[in-house]
C-alpha cells in the first residue's frame, strides 16, 4: 500500500518530478535523462500502469484520493496530496484533472525487433510538435498500426502534452528510434516493408490507386506540420501517395492525414 503523504511547502524536493511541467525545454532534457514522464488524469494514469509502467508517485488534490484509491493500494510509490493551488505552483498550471503520476520510463525496443513481427508500421521524420505526435498515436492504435518508428529529431512521445492527446495511446503501440537518418530506412526495406511516402505532391498516386491494403508490409512515412518530408526522405521512398482533396484544400493537418492514411492501410479493408 502507498504512502498517502499531504505536502503544503511547493520547494519540497519530494515534488521535484512535477517541478516546471509548462516548460518544455527543462522537461524535453530532464526527463529522458532521468528516465521519467509524466502520465496527467485518472485514465492515462491507469493505462501506464496497465501498460506494465513502474509509478514513481503521484500527485492528488484531495478530491482525487478516492477516486485513485484502489490505485494507491495497490501500489507501493508514495502518493503526495496536494491544494489545486499548491499544484499549481509546482507545475506552472492548473492542474484541472487534478491526478499527476511520474512514471518510470522503460528501455526502447530497437527498429530491428518490431519489424521482425510488424505489418504495418508509421515512420514519422521530424514531427516535433507534441499534440501531433499524440495525435498520431492514438489513430495508430486505434486503426491497427503495428508499431512506429521515429527519425531522431522527432519528439518524445511520452512528454505531457503528446500523452495527454493521444489519451495513453503512446503505451499502447510500440515504438523505437530509427539512429541515423535516412540511412536507416535501408533497414526497414530490407526488412520486407514497401516505403510509401506521404505527400500533397501531384506527382503522387492516390492512396487507393496504390491499394496498400493489399501488400504484405507497408511503412507509411510522415513528415512534419507544414515542410513535409524533407527530399532525402522522399528520394528514399519506394513510392509517393497521396490523400486527393477537394474544395480547393492543398492538404491537411498531419494528424488528420495520418488517420486517413492509416485507414488506407489497414489490412481487415474489403478487397476491393
Request: with cysteine; glycine share 6%; charged share 25%.
Amino acid at each position: 500500500m502507498a504512502d498517502l503523504i499531504t505536502v503544503e511547502d511547493p520547494a519540497d524536493p519530494c515534488l521535484r518530478d512535477y517541478t516546471g511541467l509548462t516548460d518544455v525545454e527543462l522537461r524535453r532534457k530532464r526527463e529522458p535523462a532521468e528516465g521519467l514522464f509524466i502520465a496527467e488524469g485518472e485514465k492515462v494514469i491507469r493505462r501506464a500502469k496497465d501498460a506494465g509502467y513502474e509509478m514513481r508517485s503521484m500527485l492528488l488534490s484531495a478530491k482525487w484520493v478516492d477516486v485513485m484509491r484502489d490505485v494507491i493500494d495497490e501500489l507501493p510509490a508514495p502518493v503526495y496530496a496536494v491544494s489545486p493551488e499548491l499544484a499549481e505552483q509546482v507545475t506552472g498550471y492548473h492542474v484541472h484533472r487534478g491526478a499527476l503520476a511520474s512514471m518510470q520510463r522503460k528501455p526502447l525496443p530497437t527498429p530491428d525487433d518490431l519489424l521482425q513481427s510488424a505489418r504495418r508500421v508509421v515512420v514519422m521524420e521530424s514531427v516535433n510538435d507534441h499534440t501531433n505526435i499524440g495525435a498520431i498515436f492514438r489513430s495508430a492504435a486505434a486503426l491497427g498500426m503495428d508499431a512506429v518508428l521515429l527519425s531522431p529529431d522527432c519528439a518524445d512521445p511520452l512528454y505531457r502534452r503528446s500523452v495527454k492527446v493521444s489519451m495513453g495511446a503512446v503505451f499502447a503501440v510500440p515504438y523505437a528510434r530509427l539512429d541515423s537518418w535516412p540511412k536507416s530506412l535501408e533497414s526497414v526495406r530490407e526488412a520486407g516493408f514497401g516505403l510509401l511516402a506521404l505527400t500533397p505532391d501531384e506527382k503522387a498516386k492516390p492512396l487507393d490507386e496504390v491499394a496498400p491494403h493489399r501488400m504484405d508490409r507497408v511503412a507509411l512515412m510522415l513528415g512534419a506540420e507544414g515542410d513535409g518530408l524533407s527530399t532525402q526522405a522522399l528520394v528514399a521512398a519506394d513510392e509517393w501517395v497521396r490523400i486527393p482533396m477537394a474544395h480547393g484544400v492543398d492538404s491537411l493537418n498531419v494528424g488528420a492525414a495520418a488517420a486517413v492514411a492509416f485507414y488506407a492501410v489497414a489490412t481487415g479493408r474489403p478487397q476491393t
